[in-house]
């Protein structure tokens, strides 16, 4: 096999650019005759409504209000159901919903119009706690259906007589707060009409499934349409979903010119989807050995007024509900519920960043009840390779998690805790294991498409709808093109940001582009090779194919490196150009059983272990983290540092997650939608993380690769609260762990703390 690209820390190629202020983001995108938009929300949760436009119409300045007469086609968009009003018509179901669209000469004179609309609100009861909506039958955030969405049910086994058989159960109850994105970068973007072909350039995750939700609500053909992904100023699945594109569209192609809009950092917070807010009811037992025997869990998640991800969110926080430990008899229900909270879709982790903070806690609380080790109890029940998971899924290729969790081990036996000076400051240690499912799951249609052309020049183009989100991917694909390829990775010229030039490669999401869109670049450069070594047959003068290699140079007989032409000279000597080979690849997945659950949901699977050290003041309740060590399973890792930067923003998310971060709602509210309001982890709170790529390449990635993108986050805050355990001897069992409730905890467990 070669190894010329893959495995090499190679230097990002947008990273140039974007140091040096070059890249264009869509807030730096212009056009002469430039109208701006403007959107006008909801100021209620739940409401009915009605709209006054006649003063408004008539401020200097406005071309047009759009509202929900205005959309030609369908007035509903949404990643799975279309529940998601592009305006609301006569009802809102949370506060943000959008109202109407204006469109003036200058900002200044749309946003003065905006302040004109009238708009009455009869308020209708709020739904904002999600148990509560779910039992609801009078209060329907959506006529005509219930606000339980959807249902998972995973069954193996009988756990309730397992857990009445068994010697030890922790029972427990935790709360997930909803948190936000938080990317640098706000909604914003410029669509135009050019030779009769609507452009649009808004930063999204998934740029032709964009194009489709574009054209149902036009009612224009997708080839109308032209979508030029923009530079990304992160995304982490907050652009997942249609947030402004629509409404650009719309009026940029009702008036024939080019429109713009920026959305300010306070609407950005209700314009795009939330982590979901999840509480969870769990119940674990074991024998006196450590074993497992059961797991009865049921999770309920806030979905907000919109469906979004929210099935699969949901189903994947089933899925993950006993962590990556066998456990013969289970027991767990998951569920999606609408209420009239912001609306929660896509975020790094999707589901198996909630339940972790579940299954990892009460691991520790069977560990202390049995009188062994929380790494002793881990190392009894994790997943092996020909583990059965409680899907039944059978574990066939690589499943390194005891060298993950040996990593942390031998990390912290070699940096033995030191006692703090302050008699205020406790210290402790937490760890947590977490496996986390590629793609979309339960036999969704998984599929990426990829084409590689070699050109003139002796160069390759390679054409691939891969979202560059800030992950790295623009790099990886060449990366993995050129390995394929043999030729070096300045010789690939990438195109991911245009649909008229590139076919469907899925969204840029579920930790999937790297292996679904690499395995599907893989496999058209191994077409493209077979037209290169006919051509080189030709060039060189060979009888036959047999013994050619390509290489950084070009190509050449492999036993007389003498007989040899540069990709150049192969050009030159190749009369019908560009060769173009294309290729599609589907990921394994399986269609669970309704009923029980059971069934192949994702492939491959990752596997990782965190360690952390904090340092607990009982005096201030502040926690601050000292030490950590991160060690993943990546399969292959395409380009190291990257996969390292990975690492790093997956355990300061973590650490957010675990510690600061609270969206704060209040009746629907977002009490604290800004970037001085809203706290999130800076520099100062990082500790020196130790970071440990796990390789062993999984036989179905491109070059042994899996995604990583979502996993690295999935066990940071599950550690750290096994830390503040560890320190204090009390259960943070509602995150975050802010002081106050650092403090209480401790105000109710005086006995225990230490």
């Given at each position: 096999?070669?190894?010329?690209?893959?495995?090499?820390?190679?230097?990002?190629?947008?990273?140039?650019?974007?140091?040096?202020?070059?890249?264009?983001?869509?807030?730096?995108?212009?056009?002469?005759?430039?109208?701006?938009?403007?959107?006008?929300?909801?100021?209620?949760?739940?409401?009915?409504?009605?709209?006054?436009?006649?003063?408004?119409?008539?401020?200097?300045?406005?071309?047009?209000?759009?509202?929900?007469?205005?959309?030609?086609?369908?007035?509903?968009?949404?990643?799975?159901?279309?529940?998601?009003?592009?305006?609301?018509?006569?009802?809102?179901?949370?506060?943000?919903?959008?109202?109407?669209?204006?469109?003036?000469?200058?900002?200044?004179?749309?946003?003065?119009?905006?302040?004109?609309?009238?708009?009455?609100?009869?308020?209708?009861?709020?739904?904002?706690?999600?148990?509560?909506?779910?039992?609801?039958?009078?209060?329907?955030?959506?006529?005509?259906?219930?606000?339980?969405?959807?249902?998972?049910?995973?069954?193996?086994?009988?756990?309730?007589?397992?857990?009445?058989?068994?010697?030890?159960?922790?029972?427990?109850?935790?709360?997930?707060?909803?948190?936000?994105?938080?990317?640098?970068?706000?909604?914003?973007?410029?669509?135009?009409?050019?030779?009769?072909?609507?452009?649009?350039?808004?930063?999204?995750?998934?740029?032709?499934?964009?194009?489709?939700?574009?054209?149902?609500?036009?009612?224009?053909?997708?080839?109308?349409?032209?979508?030029?992904?923009?530079?990304?100023?992160?995304?982490?699945?907050?652009?997942?979903?249609?947030?402004?594109?629509?409404?650009?569209?719309?009026?940029?192609?009702?008036?024939?010119?080019?429109?713009?809009?920026?959305?300010?950092?306070?609407?950005?917070?209700?314009?795009?989807?939330?982590?979901?807010?999840?509480?969870?009811?769990?119940?674990?037992?074991?024998?006196?050995?450590?074993?497992?025997?059961?797991?009865?869990?049921?999770?309920?998640?806030?979905?907000?007024?919109?469906?979004?991800?929210?099935?699969?969110?949901?189903?994947?926080?089933?899925?993950?509900?006993?962590?990556?430990?066998?456990?013969?008899?289970?027991?767990?229900?998951?569920?999606?519920?609408?209420?009239?909270?912001?609306?929660?879709?896509?975020?790094?982790?999707?589901?198996?960043?909630?339940?972790?903070?579940?299954?990892?806690?009460?691991?520790?609380?069977?560990?202390?009840?049995?009188?062994?080790?929380?790494?002793?109890?881990?190392?009894?029940?994790?997943?092996?390779?020909?583990?059965?998971?409680?899907?039944?899924?059978?574990?066939?290729?690589?499943?390194?998690?005891?060298?993950?969790?040996?990593?942390?081990?031998?990390?912290?036996?070699?940096?033995?805790?030191?006692?703090?000076?302050?008699?205020?400051?406790?210290?402790?240690?937490?760890?947590?294991?977490?496996?986390?499912?590629t793609g979309y799951g339960n036999g969704f249609p998984d599929v990426s498409t990829a084409q590689i052309e070699f050109k003139a020049d002796g160069r390759f183009n390679l054409f691939v709808s891969a979202a560059e989100c800030g992950q790295g991917s623009d790099t990886a694909?060449?990366?993995?093109?050129?390995?394929?390829?043999?030729?070096?990775?300045?010789r690939i010229d990438a195109y991911t940001c245009d649909t008229r030039v590139t076919t469907d490669a899925g969204t840029a999401a579920a930790s999937r582009q790297t292996y679904n869109t690499g395995n599907a670049i893989r496999l058209a450069a191994q077409k493209m090779e077979?037209?290169?070594?006919?051509?080189?047959?030709?060039?060189?003068?060979?009888?036959?194919?047999?013994?050619?290699?390509?290489?950084?140079?070009?190509?050449?007989?492999?036993?007389?490196?003498?007989?040899?032409?540069?990709?150049?000279?192969?050009?030159?000597n190749t009369p019908e150009l560009p060769l173009r080979a294309e290729a599609v690849f589907t990921a394994q997945t399986t269609k669970m059983d309704p009923a029980t659950g059971q069934g192949n949901p994702y492939w491959p699977y990752t596997f990782g272990a965190c360690g952390?050290?904090?340092?607990?003041?009982?005096?201030?309740?502040?926690?601050?983290?000292?030490?950590?060590?991160?060690?993943?399973?990546?399969?292959?890792?395409?380009?190291?540092?990257?996969?390292?930067?990975?690492?790093?923003?997956?355990?300061?998310?973590?650490?957010?997650?675990?510690?600061?971060?609270?969206?704060?709602?209040?009746?629907?509210?977002?009490?604290?939608?800004?970037?001085?309001?809203?706290?999130?982890?800076?520099?100062?709170?990082?500790?020196?993380?130790?970071?440990?790529?796990?390789?062993?390449?999984?036989?179905?990635?491109?070059?042994?690769?899996?995604?990583?993108?979502?996993?690295?986050?999935?066990?940071?805050?599950?550690?750290?609260?096994?830390?503040?355990?560890?320190?204090?001897?009390?259960?943070?069992?509602?995150?975050?762990?802010?002081?106050?409730?650092?403090?209480?905890?401790?105000?109710?467990?005086?006995?225990?703390?230490?």
């Amino acid at each position: 096999m070669k190894h010329n690209s893959v495995g090499a820390s190679v230097f990002r190629v947008d990273a140039p650019g974007k140091v040096t202020g070059k890249t264009l983001y869509p807030q730096d995108l212009y056009r002469d005759g430039m109208l701006w938009g403007v959107t006008l929300r909801s100021r209620e949760a739940h409401a009915r409504v009605r709209m006054d436009l006649a003063e408004a119409s008539a401020m200097p300045g406005v071309r047009l209000i759009l509202t929900w007469k205005d959309v030609p086609g369908l007035n509903k968009h949404g990643v799975m159901f279309k529940d998601h009003d592009v305006f609301a018509r006569d009802k809102v179901r949370r506060i943000g919903d959008p109202l109407a669209f204006l469109v003036a000469d200058t900002r200044e004179q749309a946003e003065a119009a905006r302040d004109r609309i009238r708009v009455d609100y009869d308020i209708l009861p709020g739904l904002f706690d999600a148990r509560a909506a779910m039992a609801d039958t009078e209060n329907l955030v959506h006529e005509g259906q219930p606000n339980l969405l959807y249902q998972y049910n995973l069954k193996k086994g009988d756990a309730d007589a397992a857990i009445a058989a068994s010697a030890h159960v922790a029972r427990n109850t935790y709360h997930l707060n909803s948190v936000e994105h938080m990317f640098l970068q706000p909604e914003a973007g410029l669509a135009w009409m050019e030779d009769g072909i609507l452009h649009i350039s808004v930063s999204t995750q998934y740029p032709h499934f964009d194009v489709t939700e574009i054209a149902e609500a036009l009612d224009l053909p997708q080839d109308r349409i032209r979508y030029l992904n923009p530079a990304i100023g992160g995304a982490f699945g907050g652009r997942e979903d249609i947030s402004l594109q629509i409404h650009l569209a719309l009026a940029s192609y009702r008036l024939n010119a080019p429109v713009k809009c920026v959305l300010e950092r306070d609407e950005s917070f209700y314009a795009h989807s939330k982590r979901h807010a999840v509480s969870m009811d769990c119940e674990t037992a074991c024998d006196e050995s450590g074993r497992l025997t059961a797991v009865k869990a049921r999770f309920y998640g806030d979905t907000g007024a919109y469906a979004s991800w929210a099935v699969n969110v949901m189903r994947k926080c089933g899925v993950h509900g006993t962590g990556p430990y066998h456990v013969p008899n289970v027991d767990i229900e998951s569920y999606a519920i609408y209420t009239n909270n912001p609306y929660a879709g896509a975020m790094r982790g999707f589901g198996a960043t909630q339940s972790p903070l579940a299954y990892e806690p009460q691991m520790d609380d069977l560990a202390r009840q049995a009188g062994i080790s929380p790494a002793e109890i881990r190392r009894i029940n994790m997943y092996r390779k020909d583990s059965v998971t409680a899907t039944g899924q059978n574990l066939l290729d690589t499943v390194p998690l005891d060298r993950c969790l040996d990593a942390v081990e031998d990390y912290f036996r070699g940096r033995p805790m030191t006692p703090p000076s302050d008699p205020a400051l406790r210290k402790g240690r937490g760890i947590a294991l977490a496996f986390y499912g590629t793609g979309y799951g339960n036999g969704f249609p998984d599929v990426s498409t990829a084409q590689i052309e070699f050109k003139a020049d002796g160069r390759f183009n390679l054409f691939v709808s891969a979202a560059e989100c800030g992950q790295g991917s623009d790099t990886a694909m060449r990366q993995i093109a050129a390995e394929a390829l043999g030729c070096s990775v300045d010789r690939i010229d990438a195109y991911t940001c245009d649909t008229r030039v590139t076919t469907d490669a899925g969204t840029a999401a579920a930790s999937r582009q790297t292996y679904n869109t690499g395995n599907a670049i893989r496999l058209a450069a191994q077409k493209m090779e077979a037209q290169l070594a006919e051509a080189a047959r030709i060039c060189l003068k060979l009888n036959t194919q047999v013994g050619l290699d390509l290489t950084a140079d070009g190509v050449q007989l492999c036993f007389d490196t003498t007989r040899h032409c540069s990709w150049e000279e192969l050009a030159k000597n190749t009369p019908e150009l560009p060769l173009r080979a294309e290729a599609v690849f589907t990921a394994q997945t399986t269609k669970m059983d309704p009923a029980t659950g059971q069934g192949n949901p994702y492939w491959p699977y990752t596997f990782g272990a965190c360690g952390v050290e904090v340092e607990v003041d009982i005096t201030t309740g502040k926690v601050r983290v000292t030490d950590a060590i991160s060690a993943q399973d990546v399969g292959r890792a395409i380009n190291p540092v990257m996969v390292e930067g990975q690492m790093d923003g997956g355990f300061a998310m973590g650490l957010g997650y675990a510690l600061m971060e609270d969206l704060g709602l209040n009746q629907g509210r977002i009490k604290n939608n800004s970037f001085t309001g809203y706290i999130i982890p800076t520099s100062m709170d990082m500790p020196d993380l130790k970071k440990v790529i796990i390789e062993q390449p999984e036989a179905t990635g491109p070059y042994g690769a899996k995604g990583i993108g979502e996993p690295v986050m999935t066990y940071v805050a599950p550690a750290i609260l096994n830390a503040i355990y560890d320190a204090t001897g009390v259960r943070i069992r509602e995150i975050p762990a802010t002081p106050d409730r650092v403090l209480k905890a401790l105000a109710l467990s005086p006995t225990e703390a230490r």
